[in-house]
């Protein structure tokens, strides 16, 4: 399996090529959106580990040409805290899952391996539809900040909503 990771801060990228390397993952590292997108554009990946803060084109500008371009591989974000805003956007712009900086390492590796595991058709990781937000690995539902609790029965049905949001769904 073989990983893009487009990050601009020099020794955060160092220490993910590291630690993705260790896990018998191949990766490749790129410290801007222009480069990272070249690589895109030349080379094929499984997955992309894309920074929102890029200098140049940013993130979300990346994100949405490789949507555009018709490349199917799964998209993980790293975003800053404060970006809840970001987030939102990002997912709108075709990323599969996310994570805010800073991460544990475990969880980076954990949402890769479901995320390659899925392929590159079976959807995110986390669903939103408004203030509300899903998280299919946590199986963790909150509204704004707020977490709502629902028995097993409710969050699969509330998943299949969200999973086919705007369309009807059959009995
Ligand atoms: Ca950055």
Redo the contacts with the bound molecule.
Sequence with gaps: MRILVI???QKVAAALKEGLLHENYEVDLAFSGEEGFYMLSTQSYDLLLL?L??PGRDGLEILKSVREKGMRFPVLVLTARDTVEDRVKGLDSGADDYLIKPFAFAELLARIRVLLRRGKSNGRLRLFVSDLEMDRITRKVKRNADAISLTVLEFDFLELLLRHKGQIVSR
């Design positions: 990050e601009d801060e920074d803060m890029l």
